[in-house]
């Protein structure tokens, strides 16, 4: 597979806190009057009135904070293990981890695991400790087919499911790799790039002998699953869908799968716009059984643009984006269903939005019902995606999985309390096939969340808040997190947080150069609502008096303030010109 890093909003570092004393002579946090709002949750003050800040008095929350959280989490537990080594481990050079590992039970009773490239080798064992490389031949290498309309270029196993461990099915991604054709089909691919004059595909494999050897379940073209409506085009991106997850079979007898799709963009040099497709079949022998979720229901039905006329560009009937907030355009690699939880889980190399700092890493979601998925949250950060400066040639790792040895599933398709990470490791970037295959192991532990605290009370730290957008100056120094506004919306952020709603006042110490008066605002992102908004959003008068002030905001008074928030913005004025020192953020009670 062409490695390239999959576009996606960027974040942050995850926050800390401590104890600190606010410099000069600061009000102490446990005054028990403060300034708070009188401006109405959701809305903003008009910032051409200067009437003054109305300040009332309101009582510090009661001793006993509300009682933490305890939300079970997936974690990582362990270091590293080298599963496969490039070095050692390679049946020829092209034996390569260049797809999420797949892993079945065969009906002797070993564990098959796929070293999947366009030449895919398997590992064989009887338990995931013991796996060794079969050399004896692929069990499945790619036909490489000049003929786009075909489908049967260079292929990947992507996919297994099987009920008895003898005949197994396989979704394969297909590449058309565009440049290695040019001598079939002369003038195609004037970019001369491998990765923009690509096209990618799903089409379905079958063995009847156990895994030893995979062969199309049909003659090609009529072995496709998916593809885009539209036919070969050397538009500048990749485009296509790729990356199968596994197959997971539903409690309504549906085998469930999900993809990347790499669609054109409107304007021919824009990069390509990516979401994540799901699909579904009651019928893994039928290729054309498959149907795309379309929004509504899964009742899109995929076509082979070389045989029917569809509509080309955006306006297309094709598969549309599930929870594009909440997996980003990449959590789609690896499906489990936990049996813990009662939930699915889907991981896949990404980042989080809402922040200038990135964590690039592997990042999981969950679902009830493979359609809805909560707000993705990082389970390993690891050299991946765009915190990688080099990707071609510098260390970097991609297509996660989650596998659980002792599933009962022969496809691995469940997972209970505890499981392995596996993930590639390209240990010279993508120029080199020096790439070997890891595992990490994971778990459900139970995590308490309490009202956080930050306190600024190391030089340099500003504990995971950046400046976003209105700021000059911006530090930690002197216990304080300074900043300066230079326009009249400045606003910083914080990183990924777990903050329980039940702590619902926030107090906020800071200090405002002299000046008019103004008005700040504290705006607040949920595991439901990944979106800044207005709506949730609390606005407070701000004393701009060169003293330290203690704002307290009711935050239950925020229709918006419920289940668990996951980020903070902070608009600590509504002017330029002034200088801000916060000398702690907490959330008492």
């Known amino acids: 597979m062409i490695f390239f890093v999959l576009g996606a909003a960027a974040t942050i570092a995850a926050c800390g806190g401590g104890d600190s004393s606010a410099a000069d002579d600061s009000t102490d946090a446990g005054d028990t009057t403060v300034a708070t709002t009188t401006v109405a949750p959701g809305t903003t003050r008009s910032l051409g009135q200067d009437a003054g800040p109305t300040t009332t008095t ?55 695991l796929n070293i999947g490239h366009y030449v895919n080798y398997r590992m064989v064992g009887p338990d995931f400790d013991s796996l060794m490389s079969d050399c004896t031949a692929p069990v499945l290498v790619s036909d490489f087919d000049p003929d786009p309309s075909q489908f049967n270029d260079s292929e990947w196993i992507g996919a297994f499911y099987t009920e008895d461990g003898q005949t197994v099915y396989a979704v394969v991604h297909n590449e058309y790799r565009g440049v290695t054709h040019q001598t079939a089909r002369q003038g195609q691919c004037p970019s001369n790039d491998n990765l923009t004059c690509l096209d990618t595909s799903f089409t379905m494999a079958i063995s009847t002998d156990g895994g030893d050897t995979f062969t199309d379940i049909a003659p090609p073209p009529t ?26 079979r539903g409690p309504d007898d549906y085998y469930y799968l999900f993809g990347n799709i790499s669609d054109y963009p409107d304007t ?11 699909l579904r079949t009651d019928d893994l022998a039928d290729p054309t059984a498959w149907r795309y979720w379309d929004g509504e229901a899964f009742a899109g039905e995929f076509i082979n643009p070389y045989l029917e006329t569809a509509e080309a560009g955006h ?41 200038s700092v990135p964590a690039w890493g592997v990042y ?41 040895s002792d599933s009962p599933s022969m496809s691995f398709e469940t997972m209970d ?123 407070f008068d701000v004393i701009a008096d060169g003293e330290f002030h203690d704002y307290a905001l009711d935050l239950s008074t925020v229709g918006g303030w419920d289940g668990i928030i996951k980020r903070l913005r902070i608009d600590p004025v509504g002017a330029a010109g002034l200088t801000v020192d916060i000398s702690q953020i907490t959330f008492p009670g």
Request: proline share 8%.
């Open 417 to 539: 309390d505890d499981a392995y990470l596996y993930i590639s490791r390209f240990n010279f970037g993508g120029n080199s096939l020096d790439r070997d295959l890891l595992r990490f192991p994971i778990a459900l532990q139970d995590v308490a969340y309490v009202g956080p605290e930050w306190a600024f009370d190391t030089d340099g730290d500003t504990e995971g808040w950046v400046q976003e957008s209105g700021i000059g100056r911006f530090a930690a120094t002197s216990g304080n997190l300074t900043l300066e506004s230079i326009d009249g919306d400045p606003y910083i952020v914080s990183g990924p947080t777990t903050i329980p709603a039940s702590y619902d006042t926030m107090i906020i110490t800071m200090r405002v150069s002299e000046g008019p008066s103004t008005v700040g605002q504290v705006f607040f992102l949920t595991d439901t609502d990944p979106n800044w908004d207005e709506a949730n959003s609390l606005a």
């Open 364 to 404: 999981y979601s969950l679902s009830d019902d493979l359609i809805n998925w909560s707000q993705r949250e990082l389970l390993l950060e690891i050299a991946s995606g765009d915190a990688v400066a080099d990707p071609d040639n510098d260390l970097v790792h991609a297509y996660p999985s989650i596998i659980d």
């Open 58 to 112: 309101r009582p510090l929350p009661p001793d006993e904070p509300p009682a933490p959280l305890v939300v079970q989490k997936l974690v990582v537990t362990g270091p590293e293990e080298v599963v496969f080594d490039w070095t050692t481990d390679r049946c020829e050079d092209e034996n390569i981890p260049d797809i999420a590992a797949r892993a079945f039970r065969d009906s002797d009773g070993n564990v098959q």
């Open 223 to 248: 072995h496709l699953i998916a593809t885009m409506p539209y036919v070969f085009n050397d538009q500048g991106v990749p485009s296509g869908i790729r990356q199968p997850s596994n197959i997971v």
């Open 315 to 355: 306006d297309a009937q094709k598969c549309a984006p599930v929870a594009l907030p909440q997996l980003s355009t990449s959590v789609n690699e690896s499906l489990v269903y936990n049996e813990v939880l009662s939930k699915y889980v889907m991981v896949g190399v990404s980042t989080q939005a809402g922040g």
């Open 268 to 278: 021919r040099g824009d990069y390509e716009p990516q979401w994540v497709c799901a």
